[in-house]
């Protein structure tokens, strides 16, 4: 059974950086894309980042690209977000999500294409 545990959350000030680590276990690892979505009150799961199982295509949430980056460590079964330039509409509980895909093609982008999620850690934005 796959899990992935999300850890690096905090409280940071708006315009400061912080990355946030998933580990993964409980499959092989290189076998699945990976994503980050975000959860803020009141709202529902907002796609955020995700790269396929090679690490060679990654697609950007809304408002993220140039600011965000997420990268893989095969080695080490790790999944990383890191999130420059942060905005207090940044502050959410983010969470790790896997999906066993290597068939050619962009990773996933839609909550509903993943099967395993995290627990989540929370990000905080002060102004």
């Known amino acids: 059974q796959v899990q992935l545990v999300e850890s690096g959350g905090g409280l940071v000030q708006a315009g400061g950086s912080l990355r946030l680590s998933c580990a993964f276990s409980?499959?092989?690892?290189?076998?699945?894309?990976m994503g980050w979505f975000r959860q803020a009150p009141g709202n529902g799961r907002i796609f955020v980042i995700s790269?396929?199982?090679?690490?060679?295509?990654?697609i950007y949430g809304n408002s993220v690209k140039g600011r965000f980056t997420i990268s893989r460590d095969d080695a080490k079964n790790m999944v990383y977000l890191r999130m420059n330039i942060l905005k207090p509409e940044d502050t959410a509980v983010y969470y790790c999500?896997?999906?066993?895909?290597?068939?050619?093609?962009?990773?996933?982008?839609?909550?509903?294409?993943?099967?395993?999620w995290g627990q989540g850690t929370q990000v905080t934005v002060s102004s």
């Open positions: 999500a896997a999906v066993e895909k290597t068939r050619a093609g962009p990773p996933p982008t839609v909550a509903e294409e993943y099967d395993y």
């Open positions: 409980g499959g092989t690892f290189n076998n699945y894309a």
């Open positions: 790269t396929n199982w090679s690490g060679s295509s990654t």
